[in-house]
């Protein structure tokens, strides 16, 4: 089944109330997104409350903006502000029809979150993460109970309820959600998760569970090329990046974006291909190494190809 993706129905999405793990500018994204577009009223956790502070912030300014811009009408906003509630715990969760994990990218925190997942949420609610590139195959296989088998009915039950829902960044502005499905994703999980990013505002394309799947597989070697033509002193920072904005009509150069990713995660993103394939075409610059080893994470550290104030 794996080798060729399902084909996905056409059902209603039948979210009633969606959960959001993780408050950082992806968790914040899509909250706001659910709440504004979809209308479904959105559990928001994160551990850190500075973090939540800061993602209710941005999801005021936003709704502020989009009334000043006669986008929406003020009691929309205020209706979508009030569908989002900050929870304190996982259990809180547990009467969620979706939750939506946006926390960091890393496979071990990912693996006890969707453990946590599976003993105290619905048996039958939908598990999707926000992951970039780690194999969502891998979180399916964590949410399978002890003792129970893998090939069993309750097993692939289990497993087959996870699937990738991967946003992008900034969420409120950009159209696309790539969907994933794991080895286990059973059909109607795929149908429920398209019919929600399309009740979001967003174009959904699909893609096999690969290292980066579709959209990081292509783009981390571009970014990667970029910076090695930097490294080797093919061209400047700014003329790599103009090539792109002006060529080809990018909205940022490579070097940029990278910036705007955060150097951190491309780094994270081009490990897990590297280690994925075992195809050298992915193997990381030494530059890109360097500048996350300088703590030079990009945007958000105030340094990375370009500077921040
Ligand atoms: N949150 C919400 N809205 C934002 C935003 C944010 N963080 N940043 C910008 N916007 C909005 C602005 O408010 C503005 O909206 P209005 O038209 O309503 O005023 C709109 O986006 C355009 O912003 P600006 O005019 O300030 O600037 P811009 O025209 O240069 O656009 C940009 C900014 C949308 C970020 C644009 O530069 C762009 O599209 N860049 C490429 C982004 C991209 O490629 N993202 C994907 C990264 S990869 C990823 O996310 C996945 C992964 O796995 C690594």
Not at 30 to 44: C, G, M, N
Not at 107 to 116: E, H, M, P, S
Not at 265 to 289: F, H, M
């Given at each position: 089944?794996?080798l060729?993706?399902?084909?996905?129905?056409?059902?209603?999405?039948?979210?009633?109330?969606?959960?959001?793990?993780?408050?950082?500018?992806?968790?914040?994204?899509?909250?706001?997104?659910?709440?504004?577009?979809?209308?479904?009223?959105?559990?928001?956790?994160?551990?850190?409350?500075?973090?939540?502070?800061?993602?209710?912030?941005?999801?005021?300014?936003?709704?502020s903006?989009?009334?000043?811009?006669?986008?929406?009408?003020?009691?929309?906003?205020?209706?979508?502000?009030?569908?989002?509630?900050?929870?304190?715990?996982?259990?809180?969760?547990?009467?969620?029809?979706?939750?939506?994990?946006?926390?960091?990218?890393?496979?071990?925190?990912?693996?006890?979150?969707?453990?946590?997942?599976?003993?105290?949420?619905?048996?039958?609610?939908?598990?999707?993460?926000?992951?970039?590139s780690?194999?969502?195959?891998?979180?399916?296989?964590?949410?399978?109970?002890?003792?129970?088998?893998?090939?069993?009915?309750?097993?692939?039950?289990?497993?087959?309820?996870?699937v990738?829902?991967?946003?992008?960044?900034?969420?409120?502005?950009?159209?696309?959600?790539?969907?994933?499905?794991?080895?286990?994703?059973?059909?109607?999980?795929?149908a429920?998760?398209?019919?929600?990013?399309?009740?979001?505002?967003?174009?959904?394309?699909?893609?096999?569970?690969?290292?980066?799947?579709?959209?990081?597989?292509?783009?981390?070697?571009?970014?990667?090329?970029?910076?090695?033509?930097?490294?080797?002193?093919?061209?400047?920072?700014?003329?790599?990046?103009?090539?792109?904005?002006l060529?080809?009509?990018?909205?940022m150069?490579p070097?940029?974006?990278?910036?705007?990713?955060?150097?951190?995660?491309?780094?994270?993103?081009?490990?897990?291909?590297?280690?994925?394939?075992?195809?050298?075409?992915?193997?990381?610059?030494?530059?890109?190494?360097?500048?996350?080893?300088?703590?030079?994470?990009g945007?958000?550290?105030?340094?990375?190809?370009?500077?921040?104030?």
């Amino acid at each position: 089944q794996h080798l060729s993706l399902p084909a996905i129905m056409s059902v209603a999405h039948g979210i009633k109330l969606l959960g959001v793990l993780g408050a950082g500018q992806m968790g914040t994204g899509i909250a706001f997104v659910s709440a504004l577009r979809a209308r479904v009223p959105v559990l928001l956790h994160d551990q850190s409350k500075d973090q939540v502070a800061r993602g209710l912030a941005l999801m005021d300014k936003l709704l502020s903006k989009d009334v000043a811009k006669g986008r929406i009408q003020l009691n929309e906003a205020q209706e979508a502000r009030d569908r989002v509630r900050v929870v304190n715990a996982i259990e809180d969760l547990r009467d969620v029809d979706m939750v939506v994990e946006a926390v960091s990218e890393n496979l071990d925190l990912k693996r006890t979150v969707f453990r946590n997942f599976s003993e105290k949420l619905r048996p039958d609610a939908i598990l999707a993460t926000n992951t970039s590139s780690i194999s969502i195959t891998k979180i399916a296989a964590s949410v399978i109970p002890d003792g129970v088998s893998p090939a069993s009915a309750e097993g692939q039950a289990a497993a087959g309820r996870v699937v990738g829902l991967h946003f992008f960044n900034p969420v409120p502005v950009m159209k696309l959600v790539e969907l994933i499905s794991a080895v286990q994703t059973a059909p109607e999980t795929l149908a429920h998760a398209r019919a929600f990013a399309e009740a979001c505002g967003k174009e959904v394309a699909t893609s096999q569970d690969v290292p980066g799947f579709v959209s990081n597989a292509l783009l981390m070697p571009f970014i990667n090329e970029a910076i090695m033509c930097l490294e080797k002193g093919i061209a400047t920072r700014d003329d790599i990046d103009k090539t792109f904005r002006l060529g080809m009509n990018h909205p940022m150069g490579p070097l940029q974006l990278a910036d705007f990713i955060g150097l951190d995660t491309c780094l994270a993103i081009q490990k897990t291909l590297y280690t994925g394939t075992s195809d050298s075409k992915y193997r990381p610059s030494v530059l890109l190494e360097r500048m996350v080893d300088a703590q030079w994470l990009g945007k958000k550290s105030g340094r990375g190809f370009y500077e921040y104030k």
